[in-house]
């Protein structure tokens, strides 16, 4: 399959800039799966920019309707 990072560039909101994975889904993906996390495109914009992309907060959020 060929990676289409530059589509997915144009609806990555991850907001940590020296990310080395930003646009190769199937990397970041991986890499915040073994930390038991999901990638910041999961999250809005004030969401994803507090760095906890925890399992826990997103279910926190989504259960208080903010995502």
């Known amino acids: ?3 289409k990072k530059s589509e997915n560039l144009k609806n990555c909101n991850c907001s ?3 990310c080395s994975r930003k646009g190769i889904c199937c990397e970041c993906i991986e890499f915040h799966r073994k930390a ?3 990638p910041g ?5 004030k969401h994803e ?3 906890d992309r925890s399992y826990e907060n997103f ?9």
């Not at 495109?41 to 914009?45: A, E, I």
């Open 49 to 51: 920019e507090t760095m």
């Open 36 to 38: 038991r996390q999901l």
């Open 1 to 3: 399959m060929e990676c």
């Open 16 to 18: 940590y800039e020296p």
């Open 59 to 67: 279910a926190r959020l989504v259960r208080e309707g903010k995502i």
């Open 41 to 45: 495109c999961f999250f809005s914009g």
